[in-house]
């Protein structure tokens, strides 16, 4: 049985160092034109042509962050319905579908949350990747992967100190993808719990301390366990 994956979202951020890094997977990358994930068709014929054993969704909408609340449209459109297409082609070929979700889905105040606890996204981006996993989540042969990623090196000349995170690069998220891709349900995916200064001062000495007053809208603890994925990697 072939073990190819298509990647959707294929020329986005992460594609990109996924594609650069990869030793070890199958992969195949298709862009936008090549596989568009709000057109059925378009999905049916990349799922024809190139026979996968799974679809690695990574197309979807992310920064900037704003634009989920000013273009509220294009987030569904991208985030909840792209997603759910992928779902639906991919129980009807029988493939599986991996879908790249987002600490975000938490309520991000208590922090180090499990898999199994609730949900309560705290921005219309989380929202937006909640509605991917509903769909993702009602189909067996599918594993979502809470992650919590940046580019390297961390893009900000300023980080919050008082704002705690299990930030990882684009980097690491690829040397650990082949011990999680054959897995199913749901695992947090991220880096140490520490402040996102903490965190962006080691590849940058000269980062500047910024902090969240009290009336900030941004929740102070989006920590995450990741006792699930030590058991995998």
Same mark, same amino acid.
């Given at each position: 049985?072939?073990?190819?994956?298509?990647?959707?979202?294929?020329?986005?951020?992460?594609?990109?160092?996924?594609?650069?890094?990869?030793?070890?997977?199958?992969?195949?990358?298709?862009?936008?034109?090549? #596989? =568009? $994930?709000?057109?059925?068709?378009?999905?049916? &014929?990349?799922?024809? +042509? %190139? *026979?996968? !054993?799974? /679809?690695?969704?990574?197309?979807?909408?992310?920064?900037?962050?704003?634009?989920?609340?000013?273009?509220?449209?294009?987030?569904?459109? #991208? =985030? $909840?319905?792209?997603?759910?297409?992928?779902? &639906?082609?991919?129980? +009807? %070929? *029988?493939? !599986?579908? /991996?879908?790249?979700?987002?600490?975000?889905?938490?309520?991000?105040?208590?922090?180090?949350?499990?898999?199994?606890?609730?949900?309560?996204?705290?921005?219309?981006?989380?929202?937006?990747?909640?509605?991917?996993?509903?769909?993702?989540?009602?189909?067996?042969?599918?594993?979502?992967?809470?992650?919590?990623?940046?580019?390297?090196?961390?893009?900000?000349?300023?980080?919050?100190?008082?704002?705690?995170?299990?930030?990882?690069?684009?980097?690491?998220?690829?040397?650990?993808?082949?011990?999680?891709?054959?897995?199913?349900?749901?695992?947090?995916?991220?880096?140490?719990?520490?402040?996102?200064?903490?965190?962006?001062?080691?590849?940058?000495?000269?980062?500047?301390?910024?902090?969240?007053?009290?009336?900030?809208?941004?929740?102070?603890?989006?920590?995450?366990?990741?006792?699930?994925?030590?058991?995998?990697?």
């Amino acid at each position: 049985m072939s073990s190819r994956i298509l990647v959707t979202g294929g020329d986005g951020r992460f594609a990109k160092i996924l594609k650069e890094k990869n030793k070890k997977l199958d992969l195949i990358f298709l862009s936008k034109n090549q #596989l =568009n $994930i709000l057109d059925l068709n378009s999905i049916e &014929k990349a799922i024809k +042509k %190139n *026979k996968p !054993k799974a /679809i690695l969704h990574c197309a979807g909408l992310s920064r900037p962050m704003s634009i989920h609340k000013k273009n509220i449209s294009r987030s569904i459109d #991208l =985030n $909840i319905i792209g997603t759910a297409n992928l779902t &639906k082609m991919c129980e +009807k %070929n *029988k493939i !599986k579908i /991996i879908y790249l979700s987002t600490g975000y889905v938490y309520g991000g105040k208590k922090g180090n949350y499990t898999e199994e606890d609730p949900v309560k996204p705290f921005n219309n981006y989380g929202l937006s990747k909640l509605g991917g996993e509903c769909s993702v989540s009602m189909y067996k042969n599918s594993l979502i992967l809470r992650v919590t990623m940046t580019e390297k090196p961390f893009i900000h000349d300023s980080a919050y100190v008082n704002l705690k995170s299990n930030y990882m690069f684009h980097e690491d998220l690829v040397k650990i993808l082949p011990k999680l891709i054959n897995k199913k349900g749901i695992i947090n995916v991220g880096g140490k719990s520490q402040s996102i200064y903490n965190f962006a001062k080691i590849h940058n000495t000269k980062i500047k301390k910024i902090f969240i007053n009290k009336k900030g809208n941004l929740p102070l603890n989006q920590t995450m366990s990741l006792k699930k994925l030590k058991k995998y990697i």
